[in-house]
T-cell receptor, first 116, second 113 residues
Framework: DTEVTQTPKHLVMGMTNKKSLKCEQH?????MYWYKQKAKKPPELMFV???????INESVPSRFSPECPNSSLLNLHLHALQPEDSALYLC???????????????FGPGTRLTVL | AQKVTQAQTEISVVEKEDVTLDCVYE???????LFWYKQPPSGELVFLIR??????QNEISGRYSWNFQKSTSSFNFTITASQVVDSAVYFC??????????FGKGTMLLVSP
């Protein structure tokens, strides 16, 4: 099973709402990632979890709060977002980076977020 | 600092034409990894290939082929006999050792019938 799933596919929220994005993988990967992608741009890394611990936070505003409850799940909690946060949010997973180098990341279909 | 340049913003071809997508990278490391991903309109990035810096052997997978040349810091991607289903944005990406991916800006490929 080489699939990463994400829910919901689409999300519309107001600036005062609290919502969560969910990501799940069953490939036994121990590294998971959140990316943000604006239209006609490449994905931008937000967070990296390695063995369920946050290892990279790319200076993301605190209104985005990641969580990794177990090795298969990754959440992104959203609160008090701004309209400019509207984007495609992609989750990915990979085998952890080791001495053998960087491993390919497998991406989910993404959540299209619109903030009104 | 690592950098990936995909100079072609958009390419349009007619079905059955061959097309090459260019990727030029910059890195100071001797150990690095190159990737190609496909992003169709549905949004999901699909992994196509990973190549490490010690393996300059070109690769062919069906209609897809990749040409890795360290001398010119390029990792180009050719689709032979293109099909409408190949229409997508293609990203080249670079990773140095333990680092995360640095993506190029992407090339949008439009294949018309």
């Amino acid at each position: 099973d080489t699939e990463v799933t994400q829910t919901p596919k689409h999300l519309v929220m107001g600036m005062t709402n609290k919502k969560s994005l969910k990501c799940e993988q069953h490939m036994g990967h121990r590294a998971m990632y959140w990316y943000k992608q604006k239209a006609k741009k490449p994905p931008e890394l937000m967070f990296v979890y390695s063995y369920e611990k946050l290892s990279i936070n790319e200076s993301v505003p605190s209104r985005f709060s990641p969580e990794c409850p177990n090795s298969s799940l990754l959440n992104l909690h959203l609160h008090a977002l701004q309209p400019e946060d509207s984007a495609l949010y992609l989750c990915a997973s990979s085998r952890p980076m080791t001495g053998q180098g960087s491993n390919e990341q497998f991406f989910g279909p993404g959540t299209r977020l619109t903030v009104l | 600092a690592q950098k990936v340049t995909q100079a072609q913003t958009e390419i349009s071809v007619v079905e059955k034409e061959d097309v090459t997508l260019d990727c030029v990278y910059e890195t100071r490391d001797t150990t690095y990894y190159l990737f190609w991903y496909k992003q169709p309109p549905s949004g999901e990035l699909v992994f196509l290939i990973r190549r490490n810096s010690f393996d300059e052997q070109n690769e062919i997978s069906g209609r897809y082929s990749w040409n890795f040349q360290k001398s010119t810091s390029s990792f180009n991607f050719t689709i032979t006999a293109s099909q409408v289903v190949d229409s997508a944005v293609y990203f080249c990406a670079l990773s140095e050792g333990y680092s995360t991916l640095t993506f190029g800006k992407g090339t949008m490929l439009l294949v018309s019938p």
